[in-house]
């Protein structure tokens, strides 16, 4: 099935296309698609709003995402603002550790895919993917806070993985797996 992202991030349109292959064709949204603002209250309604709006624009099935960043010393922040925590990564991840400084650094990150196919019918799942928040950056993969996000089991960032092994780790991969299952129960007789 051919589907359109709703997202202009080169590293998450190449991270789906990846975890959605082969059972999925992932395409970038046309030049012109212009992503609705993320009014929603939960990262599902936010993927919803975006996936909504491209299949509006393009008739076609519309894949969006929604991602953030809970840190438990913060109560949950940045979560769905995670984007907006900064104006910029590095202001983002500065503001993020500062923050942190002599606290629990317990995270996790949580993604929200939602899947408008062509008749109109929705298929929306989360995943999530525990760790803690490194003390600086490490690693030069991945993008947004990957680089301060460490995984305990494995001893590294998401920035120090390849693209493999974070499509094994990450909450996209998660989410991705969890979609991939969801439309199997659809195809099911």
Do not use: H, W
């Not at 939602?114 to 995943?127: M, N, P, Q, S, W």
């Not at 990957?146 to 998401?158: A, E, I, Q």
């Amino acid at each position: 099935m051919i589907v359109t992202a709703a997202t202009t991030n080169p590293g998450k349109l190449a991270e789906l296309a990846a975890l959605l292959a082969p059972s999925l064709e992932i395409r970038s949204a046309p030049a012109d698609y212009a992503a609705p603002e993320e009014t929603g209250r939960s990262y599902l309604e936010n993927a919803r709003l975006k996936a909504r709006a491209l299949y509006q624009r393009t008739g076609a099935a519309a894949l969006a995402d929604d991602s953030g960043l809970e840190v438990d010393a913060l109560g949950g922040a940045p979560g769905i603002r995670s984007a907006r925590f900064g104006a910029d990564v590095e202001s983002r991840t500065a503001r993020l550790l500062a923050a942190l400084a002599g606290r629990d650094r317990r995270a996790r990150f949580r993604t929200a895919l939602v899947l408008v196919l062509a008749d109109g019918r929705e298929v929306g799942v989360e995943g999530d993917c525990e760790g803690e928040i490194a003390s600086e950056p490490r690693g030069g993969g991945g993008f947004g806070y990957d680089p301060v996000f460490l995984v305990p089991s494995l001893g590294c960032t998401l920035a120090e993985l390849t693209s493999d092994e974070k499509n094994r780790v990450s909450a996209r991969a998660a989410a991705a797996r969890a979609l991939l299952a969801a439309l199997a129960r659809y195809a099911a007789p």
